[in-house]
């Protein structure tokens, strides 16, 4: 079975700083993906960033972009110039490859991440 | 707006009544996910349907749950004979079939709360 886990459950940084949230996978698999999902207070979760395990390049998008350690099953994820819309519960999350799989997430506790002014 | 729906946002109920909730995903999305989220906990995956078909349901999803896609679009989520234990949130998500890691998108939500 798959476990992820995010051992901060909360951060505060200031705006304009950098922040690392950290999240940590369990699994016996090959082919998988990995994301991060933004939860903002009384908002539907959205979609931060995915990474390909196949992939080795580090995914970037915009201000967020992830350290993908496969070997040592660590997927962090960093946001640059943080700004107030980035205060949300963050979530890691873990989905096994395509091959008759239903795609299902399996998310780890979330940090609570809280810019501050 | 085209996004994942969910009614109600909101359901208070007495322990021991039937609750369902419907989802309204993205038109051309294929598969639709039920996931319970509980205070302080990320969201746990309870059922999936590609189409209208009930392809996985998770050990959470006691005999008490029943959840339907009728004809491949909406899905409904019943709840019988609620527990206090079943207060959390439901979220529901939708995605495209084909390849693998397509992106999920989730609805706000149904927040159940038992009395």
């Known amino acids: 079975a798959q476990t992820v886990t995010q051992s901060q459950p909360e951060m505060s940084v200031q705006e304009a700083e950098t922040v690392t949230l950290s999240c940590t996978y369990d699994?016996?698999?090959?082919?998988?993906?990995l994301f991060w999902y933004k939860q903002p207070p009384s908002r539907q979760m959205i979609l931060v960033i995915r990474q390909e395990a196949y992939k080795q390049q580090n995914a970037t998008e915009n201000r967020f972009s992830v350290n993908f350690q496969k070997a040592a099953k660590s997927f962090s994820l960093k946001i640059s110039d943080s700004q107030l819309g980035d205060t949300a519960m963050y979530f890691c999350?873990?989905?096994?490859?395509?091959?008759?799989?239903?795609?299902?997430?399996?998310f780890g506790t979330g940090t609570l991440l809280a810019v501050q002014p | 707006d085209t996004g994942v729906s969910q009614d109600p946002r909101h359901k208070i109920t007495k322990r021991g009544q039937n609750v369902t909730f419907r989802c309204d995903p993205i038109s051309e999305h294929n598969r639709l996910y039920w996931y319970r989220q509980t205070l302080g906990q990320g969201p746990e995956f309870l059922t999936y349907f590609q189409n209208e078909a009930q392809l996985e349901k998770s050990r959470l999803l006691s005999d008490r749950f029943s959840a339907e896609r009728p004809k491949g679009s909406f899905s409904t989520l019943e709840i019988q004979r609620t527990e206090q234990g079943d207060s959390a949130m439901y979220l529901c998500?939708?995605?495209?079939?084909?390849?693998?890691?397509?992106?999920?998108?989730f609805g706000q939500g149904t927040r159940l709360t038992v009395v």
């Open positions: 999350a873990f989905m096994k490859g395509y091959g008759g799989a239903t795609n299902k997430l399996i």
């Open positions: 998500a939708s995605s495209l079939g084909g390849s693998g890691g397509t992106e999920a998108f």
């Open positions: 699994t016996s698999e090959n082919n998988y993906y």
